[in-house]
């Protein structure tokens, strides 16, 4: 018969390591262009987690559009981190407490007005590394996209690169809703911009730029209402093969997401 001992030795072996498991991770939105789409990446993060189980709060920043908080089923959080054109140092201070402090995954949507002074405030104060120092990981999640604001965005990722400290891992997410994300006939990966900083990124994230008037419409229904996929899926208002393409694009992106995170 086993001791007690023995006993507690076993359950130590057979029990989760807390070295292995993953470091709570702290995902942030940046990108210092306007209707890119990155309150729809925010929105896409927070459902992926969900979905894998993992508990999330949602953290709504953008001083100008208050679209993730438009989405009720995630419970968003708002809190103003600009007082004028300059950072309010208290609510940011209170904004890295609940960082450290937070159990959960925690999902940032920032605007494009606070970016220059969000991200200078950051460097300034060395939060990755604070957060890192907390058994925090920093994610920050830029966006990528075509048509006219392919280099305003391709720019707002070389900041980025080259300014985040080693600390913090990057994600980048390829919007093509606006157009291919082309620049002298070059795909993003061949890009001199992406082959400088390739070694900062962790990994892509591809949203395709889908059928108009069938898998982009649908998306474009979801987005509007503000409804997650799970949402679209249950409602009434969106028809049986509209229902099967939301599932599909759900499962193309879920399945990228769970590359990156």
């Known amino acids: 018969m ?55 709060t949602c953290i709504d920043t953008d001083p100008v559009n208050d679209t993730l908080s438009g989405y009720a089923a995630l419970k968003v959080r708002r809190l103003d981190l600009l007082q004028g054109n300059q950072i309010n140092t208290r609510n940011f201070d209170a904004m890295i407490e609940l960082l450290v402090s937070e159990e959960a995954s925690v999902v940032v949507d920032n605007g494009a007005a606070s970016f220059l002074p969000l991200t200078s405030y950051m460097l300034e104060n060395g939060v990755a590394d604070l957060l890192a120092a ?12 075509g048509g006219q604001a392919i280099m305003d965005t391709l720019t707002g990722f070389d900041q980025l690169a080259r300014q985040l400290p080693e600390s913090a891992q990057m994600v980048v997410w390829l919007n093509e809703y606006f157009g ?20 900062r990124v962790k990994g892509l994230v591809r949203i395709k730029r889908y059928t108009g008037e069938t898998f982009g ?7 509007d209402r503000k409804l997650t996929f799970d949402e679209a899926v249950r409602s009434p208002d969106f028809g049986l093969m509209a229902k099967q393409r939301l599932t599909m694009m759900k499962r193309d992106i879920f399945n990228q997401i769970a590359l990156v995170v």
Request: proline content about 4%.
């Open 2 to 56: 086993a001791t007690k001992a023995q006993q507690a030795a076993d359950e130590a072996l057979t029990a989760p390591s807390a070295l292995s498991q993953p470091a709570p991770q702290i995902h942030m939105t940046l990108q210092g262009k306007g209707g890119v789409g990155k309150s729809m990446v925010s929105s896409l993060l927070a459902q992926y987690l969900t979905a894998s189980g993992r508990p999330v």
């Open 217 to 223: 419409k649908d998306m474009e229904m979801m987005l």
């Open 134 to 145: 907390s058994g925090r990981q920093l994610v920050v999640h830029t966006v990528v996209t």
């Open 180 to 199: 291919d994300i082309l620049a002298e006939g070059k795909g993003f990966e061949e890009m001199k911009t992406y082959q400088i900083n390739k070694h």
